[in-house]
């Protein structure tokens, strides 16, 4: 090989290495292995940066936004809690997050059913006490799965599937033909992690998660009268098992009710005491069908979704101090309402407007959003923090943000759409009928993994170019010798190996001649290797940079490289087994 060739090599191997042993970001790392390969001369900057110009990216960024919509009506809470619904264990939610998702993939582009239920599962995973860890990977993996389903399941089956019309004369892919091979794949591979992740799954904290408060709040919420909580009873309305939160007592029609069991029916007008930390009663806020009970709070201009919470600490200086909050008139003097008081860690039991402030009282507010920037100078405040994602959701709209998903998936799955097409329109319709609002979109994309996904694709582009990933793959299935079971082997095994080093799409293609020059010299049908590149370039799950669903869950997931490797390697070989023993039965040489 060339002096590019071994450069190229050194920088792959140095970045696996990185990534498998350190904590630094993988953004960081894949962005310096595309710096030295535009030093080194291998890449041009045009080809370096040519992944931060890829319609799928683009796409992928998009979709962050008609993710968000979803989340800030509550759609997304909605669809998680009636398909995922309430767990007992580790292996039943995981049962229950991926048979849904592969079914989903099968049909739309996996990448997008990915990156609009991460934050979904990452809630549900919170509410549910599951380490968000042992669901990241699932995830992916189901939607890796499901996407060897159909012709449409992944970009790779369709660029195959052209490969196929353009270059050959054998009758095109048919939509379910994959599905001989893809559905038992799916089968087993779901078995295969549900069984083994207890031991092969980390349980690990992402790098953002938050820790534990020990402030606590008691915050009294209001059934909303008519809404979908009235005659539900408090196990039926998921008010009984809610994390870092209980349920204290129940005020109605002028009496109490302590110990609430979880058979009571709510009523209209109920009033409920909740007592928890700041992050569980952000989560409460999102519950459609409860309000805040403070009569302040209806007194605030703002509409509700416009507001947020805000954590403030009172100051020696304050002239709150000695007063209620009801004397104090605080929503007059600092347009914001006092949700719940905390004192030395502690709730204060009483009405709220009767409490009496003292000098470091923590007070939970709702606010206008530009009420931390305008307070935190002053001096009636020690400190005053804004919480994130803390605005009530806009469910009057959650019809319309779903409304716009299903003609999103519409578009793209019947009338073929391009996924970045689609994506936008949905895009622009959530900002314009308010479902979610520009700075919120802003906000929602993640840019560290459309970083990691550009950069990757850099790596992929100067290994085709140096000529190393051809010569892999020749001298590989060259070693078949003249067995065609051997030859199919070698053919998937490449496919594989190069898919977890370049994109997927690219492996497919660079395998594509080979595989038919070795049929051609074997005298054996094409069609068992077409089946098997499609497969072999799809099922990548031993490292984040071998799919895009894999880079995407890293960071919300808290993983390392190793993780993958320690249970996607043995699911690779797995499904390599399948595919390969399953295929010439199916498709006979």
Known sequence: MALSAWYTLAVIVATTALLMGTWIGA???????MTALLVGGILSPAE?????????????????????????????RNVANTLLGRPRSVRQA????????????????????????????????????????????????????????????????????????????????????????????AIIGVLFVILTSRWLLPQRLPPNRERSDPRQYAVEMMVEPGSSLVGNTIEAAGLRR????????????????????????????????????????????????????????FKLDAPRPERLLVEAVVSMSSPLVGQTIRDGRFRTRYDAVVIAV???????????????????????????????????????????????????PRHERALAAGLILAALVAAVAVFHVSMLIAALVAAGLMIGVRCTTGPI?????????????????????????????????????????????????????VTSVLTNLITNNAAAVLVFPIAAAAAASLDVSFRPFIIAI????????????????????????????????????????????????????????
Not at 27 to 33: E, G, K, R, S
Not at 120 to 141: C, D, F, G, T
């Open 27 to 33: 953004d960081l790392i894949l962005v310096a292995a």
């Open 48 to 76: 370096a940066l040519a992944g931060f110009a890829n319609p799928g990216l683009a796409a992928i960024a998009v979709l962050y936004v008609v993710a968000s919509g979803l989340i800030e009506t509550g759609a997304a």
């Open 94 to 185: 995981q049962a229950r997050l991926m048979m849904p998702v592969v079914g989903l993939s099968a049909f739309l582009n996996n990448t997008p059913v990915v990156a609009m239920l991460i934050p979904s599962v990452q809630e549900w995973a919170r509410k549910n006490s599951i380490p968000v860890s042992k669901l990241m990977l699932p995830l992916s993996y189901a939607a890796i799965f499901g996407g060897t389903c159909t012709v449409i399941g992944t970009s790779t089956n369709l660029v195959v599937s052209g490969l196929v019309s353009t270059h050959t004369g054998l009758a095109p892919i048919g939509f379910f033909e994959i599905a001989w091979v893809g559905l038992p794949s």
């Open 242 to 297: 809610l994390p870092g939160l209980f349920l204290a007592e129940i005020e109605r029609e002028g009496s109490v009710l302590p110990a609430v069991a979880p058979t009571e029916r709510l009523r209209d007008a109920d009033r409920l005491i909740f007592v928890g930390s700041v992050d569980s009663v952000v989560d409460l806020y999102k519950i459609r069908g409860l309000i805040p009970a403070p009569d302040q709070v």
């Open 342 to 392: 905390a004192r030395d860690g502690a709730r204060i039991p009483g009405r709220i407007g009767d409490i009496s402030l003292r000098p470091g009282d923590a007070l939970l507010l709702e606010a206008r959003p530009g009420f931390a920037d305008r307070h935190r100078p002053s001096r009636d405040f020690i400190l005053v923090s804004a919480l994130e994602h803390s605005s009530p």
């Open 441 to 493: 979109a802003r906000r929602a994309v993640d840019w560290q993994v459309l970083t990691v996904i550009a950069a990757s694709l850099a790596l992929g582009t100067a290994l085709e170019k140096t000529g190393v990933a051809a010569q892999l793959a020749h001298a590989w299935i060259g070693l078949a010798g003249g067995n065609a079971w051997l030859a199919l082997a070698a053919v998937y095994l």
């Open 534 to 589: 499609m497969m072999a370039a799809s099922a990548s799950f031993a490292t984040p940079i071998g799919y895009q669903t894999n880079l995407m869950v890293y960071g919300p997931g808290g993983y390392r490289a190793a993780d993958y490797l320690r249970i996607g390697l043995p699911l690779n070989i797995l499904l390599g087994v399948v595919t390969v023993l399953l295929t010439p039965r199916i498709w006979p040489f």
